[in-house]
């Protein structure tokens, strides 16, 4: 009995610090595209313990319609770390979202048991032959959690193989690469013992299967402290090239990561919206050197920091200038990263070849055509 007590003490404990990390990833992570996968990450995998935890304490009975609703949850954890991976490498590519599709799906197998009473879902709590024979797919998913492991550990491998082919160099990777080959094999071993161990009439079996998983939440929290502990995570896999080819030109091979680097920093931070934007805040982010920098924009660009910088902003401020019912120019230019409003029309009509106030007037139009 006493063990029982243990045991809800462990998992209730796991779940109290999942929702700490969670918290503080959220809080203090914001702006870090790496850190913000992470959370939830790690809110995916404490909904499912806490509702374990209701489970084992016997409170679920009293709100049966929690009954598997985070199991599809989990689903999403593979895909994230695969976007972790892409995010801390600055590689990341909308089509990754894809993945999504199959959680989605995992949903939708779940949803005619979310729909069925209260009573059906507290008959089939322990897994009962009446949710196989009523609703298989349910049954397929829960009964065999082996493979949300399998298929969380080929997520892994994958994230794992991205990242020593990102980073520059590799070398930087190393301690988060045998991490995640860790937490791989751990995802393995519980798949092996989920599968094998189940048949196995031993007591002791039944609290390896139960505290397996908790050593994997375990593990999700040491990368959640070893992420706040090093929040720069994103620069972490980039060095600059030596300072002694300072002048030199840039090897083609170099050019295509850092463009693509400097796609995902401009697409994901938007960082040409704050005023102090510089090529050196951009060489600092990309771990280059300006010269690299100017050389990149001029040479696979075609443009100049400064045009970037107008090209960005501009293309920002009539974005909000359609989305605002009326806007007010000097808001708009302050908030796209302008200090002044001269700047802002100079760049404006250089660009759009009108002033804000004819393209405005010109939006107008189009709306109205009967005007």
């Given amino acids: 009995m006493s063990l029982i007590y243990i045991t809800r003490g462990i998992i209730g404990f796991t779940v109290l610090h999942g929702i700490l990390l969670f918290v503080v990833l959220a809080a203090k992570q914001r702006s870090k595209p790496a850190q913000n996968t992470l959370k939830f990450i790690v809110l995916a995998l404490n909904l499912y313990l806490g509702e374990f935890f209701l489970a084992i304490s016997g409170v679920l009975g009293s709100v049966p319609h929690l009954i598997f609703v985070s199991h599809p949850v989990l689903y999403c954890i593979g895909p994230l770390f695969f976007i972790f991976a892409q995010k801390a490498t600055r590689s990341f590519q909308t089509k990754t979202y894809y993945w999504f599709l199959i959680p989605l799906l995992v949903t939708i197998a779940f949803l005619p048991f979310y729909f069925s009473s209260a009573s059906y879902k507290l008959s089939v709590q322990c897994r009962s032959v009446a949710l196989a024979n009523t609703f298989p797919w349910v049954d397929f998913f829960v009964s065999n959690m082996a493979i949300f492991y399998l298929y969380t550990a080929v997520f892994l491998g ?3 193989r991205l990242i020593l082919a990102k980073s520059d160099p590799p070398q930087l990777a ?12 751990l995802l393995l071993l519980i798949a092996f013992v989920s599968v094998f161990g189940q048949g196995m009439r031993y007591i002791w079996m039944g609290y390896v299967l139960l505290l397996l998983p908790l050593v994997f939440a375990l593990s999700l929290h040491l990368l959640g402290y070893w992420v706040i502990l090093n929040p720069n995570i994103n620069q972490a896999f980039v060095t600059p090239l030596k ?4 002048k030199s030109p840039l090897p083609k091979a170099y050019k295509d990561k850092y463009v693509a680097r400097l796609q995902c920093f401009l697409e994901e931070e938007k960082p040409y919206l704050h005023p102090d934007f510089s090529p050196e805040v951009l060489a600092s982010k990309l771990g280059v050197s300006r010269h690299y ?23 920002e401020a009539c974005k909000l200038l359609q989305a605002e019912a009326k806007p007010v120019v000097q808001t708009v230019a302050l908030e796209v990263g302008y200090n002044n409003k001269m700047s802002f029309y100079r760049a404006f009509k250089k660009i759009t070849h009108q002033t804000p106030s004819e393209y405005l007037q010109s939006l107008k139009k189009s709306n109205n055509p009967t005007q």
Avoid: C
């Fill in 158 to 160: 994958m994230a794992i």
């Fill in 174 to 185: 190393r301690p988060l690469v045998r991490f995640f080959k860790g937490v791989r094999w």
């Fill in 243 to 246: 300072q002694t080819y300072k």
């Fill in 293 to 315: 920098i100017s050389q990149i924009l001029s040479q696979e660009l075609k443009l100049s920091f400064t045009e970037l910088t107008h090209q960005l902003r501009i293309a």
